[in-house]
């Protein structure tokens, strides 16, 4: 696509249920990120992906959060047994080159 | 420990203003410094970048001035308009990670 694709959009989640988010990245962009965006806060890194493999997932909260990435392209950020405090933006960005990331829109998840 | 600092803030100005938000660093191996601007429900959107290898980089109202001595760097709007209204982000990556490091943000308010 033309852009990063984020899906959903909007989720809204019980506390204790698991949540997968989606990425599909800008078609050829070998390296993925997400990061989480708290009302009002900045950016958080979770995870870096290149290629298929994480050299960086160091930004991950705890072990309730996972992400993959296959064929080199989608990324899945999955969150599991969701907390009141996993509520938040969470974004995806791409890049080809290391000096231009580009960002999705995000998925907004409230855990209720 | 926050590896960027942002300041200020929140900032207002009217239109016609020349806002500055600054930026600081810790880690002199940083070699991409990059500013984003983020519009509500929107995810950040790449707006100038320098490298430590100069002192400016001015694209269109838009000037990064950068301190290599002092770690510092700084986003100028020329003649700033009310649509230029948003959050602005600073960040900073070193070869070969790819991880950015993003500051707090800077809530910009331009008046009419």
């Known amino acids: 696509g033309a852009g990063v694709s984020q899906s959903p959009s909007n989720k809204v989640t019980e506390k204790g249920k698991d949540v997968e988010l989606r990425c599909d990245p800008i078609?050829?962009?070998?390296?993925l990120y997400w990061y989480r965006q708290s009302l009002g806060q900045g950016l958080e890194f979770l995870i870096y992906?290149?290629?298929?493999?994480?050299?960086?997932k160091s930004g991950l909260p705890s072990d309730r959060f996972s992400a993959e990435r296959t064929g080199g392209s989608v990324s899945t950020l999955t969150i599991q047994r969701t907390q009141q405090e996993d509520s938040a933006v969470y974004l995806c960005?791409?890049?080809?080159?290391?000096?231009?990331?580009?960002f999705g829109e995000g998925s907004w998840l409230t855990v209720v | 420990q926050q590896q960027v600092k942002q300041s200020p803030q929140s900032l207002i100005v009217q239109k016609g203003g020349i806002p500055i938000i600054n930026c600081a660093y810790e880690?002199?191996?940083?070699?991409?410094f990059p500013w984003y601007q983020q519009f509500p429900g929107k995810g950040p959107a790449l707006l100038i970048a320098?490298?430590?290898?100069?002192s400016e980089k001015k694209e269109g109202r838009f000037t990064i001035s950068f301190n290599k001595s002092a770690k510092q760097f700084s986003l100028h709007i020329m003649d700033s308009q009310p649509g230029d209204s948003a959050t602005y982000f600073c960040a900073a990556s070193k070869d070969p990670s790819g991880k950015f490091y993003f500051g707090s943000g800077t809530k910009l308010n331009v008046k009419p």
């Open positions: 320098i490298r430590p290898d100069v």
């Open positions: 992906f290149q290629g298929n493999s994480a050299p960086d």
């Open positions: 078609s050829g962009h070998t390296a």
């Open positions: 880690n002199t191996a940083f070699d991409y």
């Open positions: 960005a791409s890049s080809l080159a290391r000096n231009t990331i580009y």
